[in-house]
């Protein structure tokens, strides 16, 4: 059977609702030590990195080993209908609920500009083993993308990935899509 995007979406959605809490933060630990060990990471000076919710890979332990080692950290503010920009914080504690009750930095921090940003870390329901990203259907993160030259890495569940997804012409492949089982390099 072929699932659209839609169809993607729901059937991921319910695989995490499903999932077991204590599974979920094995993953977690083994995604976060993958990233961490990664060249491109540990090379990166600067990352944009998306602030975790609900049953998404918890991204608080990145963010903080990215402060502590003196790495320079943006998260995305949305700043309209399908938009996004990515502002700096040096803190978790700079952090507050917006649209969608995700946590995003404060209006007045400043504006991280894409050309300063070596690694994306984004978030996705699913990805395949192709690089493509199933995101929760907004867009913001294809949007925002199409203007950097970073990395790319979607952390996914691997009970999320899919062999191949649906895909639209606007759709940004990543460069790493990981897994607590492996690390697909696409790039």
């Given at each position: ?73 943006a998260l995305p503010r949305i700043i309209g209908n399908g938009m996004m920009e990515a502002r700096w914080i040096s803190d978790l504690n700079q952090l ?92």
């Amino acid at each position: 059977m072929i699932m659209d995007k839609q169809q993607w979406r729901e059937f991921c959605k319910l695989r995490l609702r499903n999932a077991d809490t204590y599974e979920l933060m094995v993953s977690d630990a083994l995604i976060i030590s993958r990233l961490l060990a990664l060249t491109e990471y540990r090379n990166a000076g600067s990352i944009f990195c998306y602030a975790s919710r609900d049953r998404e890979v918890d991204t608080d332990p990145i963010i903080e080993n990215a402060l502590n080692a003196n790495k320079t950290i943006a998260l995305p503010r949305i700043i309209g209908n399908g938009m996004m920009e990515a502002r700096w914080i040096s803190d978790l504690n700079q952090l507050q609920p917006g649209r969608f009750g995700i946590r995003e930095p404060l209006a007045e921090a400043p504006i991280a500009p894409t050309k300063n940003i070596d690694m994306a870390i984004i978030p996705c329901l699913s990805c395949d083993m192709e690089g493509h990203r199933l995101g929760y259907g907004g867009g913001y993160y294809d949007r925002y993308l199409a203007h950097t030259t970073c990395y790319k890495v979607a952390l996914c569940r691997e009970r999320s990935l899919a062999m191949l997804l649906p895909t639209d012409e606007t759709d940004i492949r990543m460069d790493f899509v990981i897994t607590e089982k492996r690390t697909v390099v696409v790039c």
